[in-house]
């Protein structure tokens, strides 16, 4: 299904691009070379310490409380729940992202950085696969073109 509102396609396309840097992410820890993984892991910090961030705080802000007024608040309560779960997972694994990216992990931490890395990936798959069935289909019910005009706008001046 491709979305029809603009908020949507922007949510759909950044949902894509997170799930192909959390397998490249996934590969290189698994196999790569010490330069891969510091290229990687600077690419990762950006998403933790940016791209998690700008993103759920859109939804929670701007998205969720509609959802909630139109009747949809559990799944709303549902998915917040998740970006907890996932911003948890961030905080421990950005100053290990840090390091990584800086060439700068110790032996000891890599294992750490993987164990993260791993749990990472399986909260964040499976939420933006939820987000992408029940989430953007409905803002494509829920916004009206106008307030999909003005959501657009504000999430990318954000």
Excluded: W
Aim: with cysteine; net charge negative.
């Amino acid at each position: 299904m491709t979305p029809s509102r603009q908020v949507s396609r922007c949510l759909d396309d950044e949902h894509r691009a997170h799930l192909e840097l959390l397998n490249r992410a996934e590969q290189v820890l698994g196999r790569g070379s010490a330069a891969e993984v510091a290229a990687l892991a600077a690419s990762l910090l950006h998403h933790l310490e940016h791209d998690i961030g700008r993103h759920f705080g859109f939804e929670e802000t701007q998205l969720f409380p509609a959802m909630a007024e139109a009747g949809d608040g559990d799944l709303a309560a549902l998915l917040t729940e998740e970006h907890d779960s996932i911003r948890a997972v961030a905080d421990e694994l950005t100053p290990l992202a840090r390091a990584a990216a800086a060439g700068a992990l110790a032996p000891a931490a890599s294992a750490a950085l993987k164990r993260l890395l791993v749990e990472l990936v399986e909260r964040q798959v499976a939420h933006i696969q939820k987000e992408s069935m029940a989430l953007l289909p409905l803002l494509d019910d829920l916004l009206d073109e106008e307030t999909d005009r003005q959501l657009a706008f504000a999430y990318a001046a954000a």
